[in-house]
């Protein structure tokens, strides 16, 4: 299945809304570089995790759909140049501009010289690896290009504007370098890692979702057997009710790569560290499919089920015997930890409990990405990913048995509040505000409500009814925004508070489209 090329706004929900967008987007480019035409558009939207976060990077599968809010990059490629500018409509992202190596070597990221172009930095490594991959001669630089971008997801509010950033441009400067056709696998296996090049271990969902989006879906997201997204069907509700997922964003941003540390990387540490003291007691060895090179909680559970409780392996299609798995595996996780461990490790007691020196151990885990912590929460990270992979099934399940809409929205809603709790207790990514707007959001007609994304601050994800909704967003507004940011804008509560459809993955758009 190849990435779409859409030649009119049909695409869009509301296509003429849409069209001036990109006539305002094209007025741009054209009094930044005037006298050059567009000679395309490129696209991605953000997501809304529905169901399964802080378990991609470990292989298991999760629940999101993307959503109609998209980065959009009007692009002009030029073979005789080899400068890059990039200017925006919002202007706190300021123009930028820098030459390509002229010997056709691949750019790298200063990283003291961190700004929205590193993510283009990102796009262009990874577009390269990809033509490199494909035969490209390796001494041809790349083509330069002016792009002028354009997004409307809310940047640091947990909805991947960073991926559907990297997924738009990759797309723009593979067909900048003759690329036109590219399958949604290969666009999404070259763009999982685009961000991993400035630091952030993030797992595959993002870009997943923004490259197989379908209007009106949800998707299954797997890592295995292979990368895949999978497009779902909501039920339909009686009475002609229509179900709506609504974002609220926090407006605590956490800006992932610099709270990395303490936030994002650190699960990706603590979960590699849990599969390797897990694969440990077992005496079992695990491939090293981590971002950090360490087990996974997936390469765990298979092997463990294989080789300790001699059970046939587990092909990822078969929902009762994944469940039942990871139901085990939840419940073990009390049994497994001690008391003392449970409350955490610190580097000595992690290194010892692996047989390792504390020199061997912060070799093999702490240098491939900047970590600080006090305890490394081994038990409670473990039990949430198991848990959490526990309530995609769950959800999958559900849609895919259920037919009554409203026992849907009960199940459904109580299984995004379990998530909740878990990210809130387990996970430690949750926030005060987060668990605020889950207190307003369920009092006032949600029917489950959780932290969607990385979390730390960020959006949360809300399932109700159109009936239900504007009690919903008047008692978040009077409850919860009002409180927090007595001086919020129409405008600013308009981008915190919306309600969102399940859109159209990643596509390029024609030129003529616009005119
Ligand atoms: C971020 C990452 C994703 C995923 C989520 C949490 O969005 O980019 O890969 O790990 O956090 O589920």
């Not at 090329?5 to 741009?28: M, V």
């Not at 370098?177 to 271990?201: F, P």
């Not at 897990?278 to 294989?306: C, D, H, Q, W």
């Not at 497994?336 to 885990?365: D, H, P, R």
Request: hydrophobic share 40%.
């Amino acid at each position: 299945m190849s990435v779409p090329t859409f030649t009119n706004f049909d695409f869009s929900p509301a296509p003429e809304q849409t069209k001036q967008r990109y006539q305002h987007l094209a007025a741009k480019f054209h009094a930044e570089f005037p006298n050059e035409a567009i000679q395309y558009y490129t696209r991605a939207p953000g997501r809304v995790n529905l169901m399964g976060d802080h378990i991609d990077y470990n292989l298991f599968s999760c629940l999101p759909m993307a959503i109609d809010f998209d980065l959009v990059a009007a692009v002009h490629a030029n073979p005789e140049s080899l400068e890059i500018a990039l200017v925006n409509t919002d202007p706190k992202f300021t123009k930028q501009q820098f030459t390509l190596p002229e010997d056709g070597s691949v750019i790298t990221i200063d990283d003291n010289n961190f700004n929205w172009s590193s993510y283009f930095r990102c796009a262009l490594i990874v577009a390269h690896k990809y033509l490199l991959e494909k035969g490209r001669d390796a001494s041809k630089p790349l083509v330069g290009m002016h792009v002028a971008f354009d997004g409307t997801v809310p940047t640091g509010g947990g909805l991947s504007s960073s991926a559907a950033f990297c997924v738009a441009s990759t797309l723009a400067i593979l067909k900048a370098n003759g690329v036109d056709s590219i399958s949604k696998a290969d666009l999404t296996r070259i763009t999982v890692v685009s961000e991993h090049y400035i630091g952030l271990n993030n797992g595959g969902l993002d870009q997943c979702s923004s490259v197989y989006g379908e209007d009106g879906m949800c998707l299954l997201v797997q890592f295995r057997p292979k990368l895949n997204g999978i497009p779902l069907k909501f039920p339909t509700l009686p009475d002609g009710e229509e179900l709506k997922f609504i974002i609220s964003n926090t407006l605590v941003e956490s800006p992932k790569k610099l709270t990395a540390p303490v936030n994002y990387n650190l699960r990706v540490v603590e979960m590699g560290i849990a599969s390797d003291l897990l694969a440990k007691k077992f005496n079992l060895s695990l491939p090293s499919e981590s971002n950090i090179n360490s087990g996974t909680l997936r390469g765990f559970m298979e092997t463990y089920f294989v080789e300790v409780e001699k059970q046939s392996p587990w092909d990822g299609q078969d929902n009762v015997k994944g469940m039942k798995w990871l139901q085990e595996l939840t419940d073990k996780c009390d049994e497994w930890f001690t008391t003392e461990e449970k409350v955490g490790f610190t580097t000595e007691e992690a290194a010892a409990a692996l047989g390792l020196s504390v020199e061997e151990f912060t070799q093999k885990y702490l240098t491939k990405m900047e970590v600080r912590y006090d305890k490394l929460k081994l038990y409670q990270r473990a039990k949430h990913v198991f848990s959490e992979s526990y309530r995609v099934l769950q959800c999958l399940h559900l849609l895919q048995t259920i037919e009554n809409g409203d026992d849907f929205l009960r199940e459904f809603g109580g299984v995004m509040n379990a998530s909740q709790q878990s990210l809130d207790q387990l996970n430690g990514s949750s926030h005060p505000n987060c668990n605020r707007i889950c207190e307003i959001a369920l009092a006032n007609g949600a029917y489950g409500t959780r932290v969607t994304g990385a979390g730390f601050g960020g959006s949360l994800v809300s399932i109700t009814t159109a009936k239900k909704l504007p009690n919903l967003v008047n008692a978040l507004v009077a409850e919860y925004y009002k409180k927090e940011y007595p001086n919020i804008t129409d405008d600013e509560l308009a981008n915190a508070l919306v309600d969102t459809k399940p859109a159209w993955g990643a596509s390029v758009v024609a030129a003529a489209a616009v005119e």
